[in-house]
T-cell receptor, first 112, second 114 residues
């Protein structure tokens, strides 16, 4: 089983739709979680951190389910500009950057 | 403006040739990293450095080498021993390498084999 798994998609949704992605992780001792956005052949950019209580930033909501070992990203009122690949990042119990693991990404295509 | 600069944007390598990818940052960050990304894949760590004159192997270091002689610079050499070098290479930095911090990425280098 991979350390971090994501559904690769693509998720094709119309403008205005609500879409949700999940990301599962294998190490129950993982400490921190993030969502990054990556446009084609560009660098990833931090979208949001994921807090235990769940957190929201505008149209984006991130949640953590430690019991089932997954994080989720919900996008409401999808815009064309939301089309990108969304990477989840999990930081394990070990110190140092080797403990940071990227998922392979979920591609979102928002259509007019 | 502070940031990370990678060059070149596109690079072609001939069989048996070593090539070097440049990464420079002016953020005064201690830690720097090199990642490789293949199509449809996540980022895999090649090498990282938490301080000048020190670096550690990541998950896929074979066929690559790095140096960290200056805080600002962390060049990556793709050697002839790397048999499948075609990929998108990303350099990143963070303030220190010991905490849970935001990674700042360069804009990437696409390496292809001729």
């Amino acid at each position: 089983r991979k350390e971090v798994e994501q559904d690769p998609g693509p998720f094709n949704v119309p403008e205005g739709a609500t879409v949700a992605f999940n990301c599962t992780y294998s190490n129950s001792a993982s400490q921190s979680f993030f969502w990054y956005r990556q446009d084609c052949r560009k660098e990833p950019k931090l979208l949001m951190s994921v807090y235990s209580s769940g957190n929201e930033d505008g149209r984006f909501t991130a949640q953590l389910n430690r019991a089932s070992q997954y994080i989720s990203l919900l996008i409401r009122d999808s815009k064309l500009s939301d089309s990108a690949t969304y990477l989840c990042v999990v930081i394990g119990p070990n110190t140092g950057r080797r403990a940071l693991t990227f998922g392979s990404g979920t591609r979102l295509q928002v259509q007019p | 403006d502070g940031g990370i600069t990678q060059s070149p944007k596109y690079l072609f390598r001939k069989e048996g040739q070593n090539v070097t990818l440049s990464c420079e940052q002016n953020l005064n960050h201690d830690a720097m990293y090199w990642y490789r990304q293949d199509p449809g894949q996540g980022l895999r760590l090649i090498y990282y450095s938490q301080i000048v004159n020190d670096f550690q192997k990541g998950d896929i270091a074979e066929g690559y080498s790095v140096s960290r002689e200056k805080k600002e610079s962390f060049p990556l050499t793709v050697t002839s021993a790397q048999k499948n070098p075609t990929a998108f290479y990303l350099c990143a930095s963070s303030r220190t390498g010991t905490g849970i911090e935001k990674l700042f990425f360069g804009s990437g280098t696409q390496l292809s084999v001729l």
